[in-house]
């Protein structure tokens, strides 16, 4: 594990949460440096999402404690940035009024957050779509849209969880792709959660794989020092990313089969 | 077309249904002086507009209702978002609503007569117990069924309580409340008509309450349609209001009928 001073932008200590007499997940320690894209893998039920609900702020942990830029966290993530598995964006509001909400809610006038959020629109792809609702757009584009009003906020940290896991293979290489360049514009820190070992090493700096549950804590840190600018859908073709694969599957494997015997 | 078969057999029926009725009536299959006939309701309906007798009538009735539906919807909206957002508090309030809810709201008439006198008062006020429960419940079903993700995300983006009920809860609940809203106006007008019926000087209950008193079933009938067409117009206006505010939503019936 990397060291436990200073740079980290996030940093999980001893952290422990559990639900009545069930421990989802136990003395997690992992740091997440500045500018560094981090992917958890594990089975099913093993607490990626518990871990990400910790680091928003969103659930406290019942022991040990996450620290901010090493400040402990206390409340709501101030900046963090969550992209939920399922659809967060209101589907009462335009793809546009959906991407100035937080500018709205900074106090930012309408007009002017209409026109950045416009611009973040042209940005994800959907400029010509501001007017249409939610429920008038695929479920990739309102992914974009959700990607876009989240990004607008501009977070330090970047919590994603299995956000592009409903989605078919080829809108999902495609919102890979997006989110790799955007990350490129200005290296967010980044935790992306998934249970696709094939998504986790495209995307990250840094596979984090999770033991399975009950009690279930990071066992292993692979780096993976694939090249970038990547395109994910050509980088699984490489050997060094089969060679990666076949390395962290070894390990997940053994976590995979444990997961299925203890459900 | 489609549109046009549905309507043709929509009005075929009504205007079966009231021949068989006026054949019925006229031949003395049924008695005309309990069922009366088609031809004279319409003939009384007509007398009364064109005489303008009925307008006073319409006008009490009409104040009553609308009176009883704004405030019953507004303190039952306040209500329903107080209860949902402070849930300690509804635990707290829960047996007293229940309790309240289950009173047959007409046993109310007689109270409110005896508080509010024989003016448009006591109406209102009967109207009110019945409106207020109906967007009570709807609002505090409509803020209650906020998906959490949906709550989550918008506080980490930085919403604060304002924030969350502007944007959020009053939209969520806005389509249950406008589900609420087209039951509340018949609610409205059973408080208004009942109230008057039990004891008024003016108002359509009151018209079909004298006009019971001398077996004038004409009468009865003829106010019956008058309200009837009443509360549908307002149905209707409500329901341009709904596809206004609600242009959100998706349509259910995908275009068709």
Known sequence: MSDFVGKDAIKFYRVSVS???????????????????????????????????????????????????GRPLKGLNPVAGYLFQQDAILPWKTALDNVALPLVFRGVGLREARERALAWLEKVGLGRFPRLFPHQLSGGMRKRVGLAQVLIADPHLLLMDEPFSALDVQTRQLMENELLRLWQEDR???????????????LADRVV?????????????????????????????????LRLHREIWELLRGEVIRAHAGA | MQGLRLRLWQIGLLLGFLALWEWASRTGRIDPFFFTKPSDIAARVWRWFATGEVYPHLYVTSVEMLLAFFFGTLFGVLMGLWLALSPAVA??????????????????????????????????????????????????QGVKEVSPVVLANARLLGARQGHLLRHIYLPAAASWIFSSLRTSIGFAVIGAVVGEYLGSAAGLGYLIAQAEGVFDTTGVFAGMVVLMVFVLVLDALVGALERRLLAWRPRAEGGKV
């Not at chain 1, 980044?190 to 090493?201: G, N």
């Not at chain 2, 007293?96 to 209102?124: D, E, H, M, Q």
């Not at chain 2, 009110?128 to 009570?136: G, S």
């Open chain 1, 188 to 202: 967010k820190t980044v935790l992306f959660v998934t249970h696709d070992l094939e998504e986790a090493i495209a």
């Open chain 2, 91 to 140: 635990v707290v309030l829960d047996p007293y609503v229940k309790a309240i809810n289950a009173i047959p709201r007409v046993v109310l008439a007689p109270i409110f007569t005896l508080w509010f006198g024989l003016g448009i008062l006591s109406k209102v006020a009967l109207g009110v117990t019945l409106v207020f429960f109906v967007a009570f419940f709807n609002t505090y």
């Open chain 1, 209 to 241: 794989v999770l033991s399975a549950g009950p009690r279930s804590r990071p066992i292993e840190d692979f780096p993976i020092p694939l090249p970038r600018p990547r395109d994910v859908a050509e980088i699984r073709l490489t050997p060094e990313f």
């Open chain 1, 19 to 69: 639900f009545g007499s069930y421990s989802a997940v136990e003395g997690v320690n992992l740091s997440v440096r500045a500018g560094e894209f981090v992917s958890l893998v594990g089975p099913t039920g093993c607490g990626k999402s518990t871990l990400l609900n910790v680091a928003a702020g969103l659930l406290p942990p019942s022991s040990g404690e996450v620290l901010l830029e």
